[in-house]
């Protein structure tokens, strides 16, 4: 792992994260357990931010690497540090909880990049006051952040 070194990933989307309880609904089936499904909504904003980070991949030397399960082997035994900001309007600042909507921008994030979310372990999601909404994201891929090569 000493010959790794740290990759960055940053993006950006000119507006704000569609939130959880807007992106998903759920359906259950018969008495089982209720599952997750994406609304119109949640797959607009998933093929926003999709394509935000294939922009942002293709405007830089990030590894990508894939085998036959989509998962991005150049990223093995590295972990995630995500860092999501939020510029809204007025109208938005005190409407929004700066964390709901993170879920989806992650997920969509990671199904571009190759590595699973659960390798992030440092997540931290902010908000400030600006002229117009838009979300900016930056992740710091940590070499030898896990043990295992596994993904």
Sequence with gaps: MDN???????FSVDKLPVSDNSAYWYVKRGKGKPFRKLTSDGEKWKKVVSDAVESAIARSDFPMD?????SNIALLGYTMEISIHQHMSKKSM?????????????DSMCDVIGLDDR????????????????TIVVVDFIAGGKEDQEL
Excluded: C, E, F, P
């Design 119 to 134: 390798y992030s372990t440092k997540l931290t999601i902010s908000k400030s006051l600006a002229l117009k909404d838009s």
């Design 94 to 106: 005190w409407m929004r909880d700066a964390h709901n909507g993170g879920k989806l921008l992650i």
């Design 66 to 70: 894939m085998n036959d399960q989509g």
């Design 4 to 10: 790794q070194s740290n990759l960055v990933l940053s």
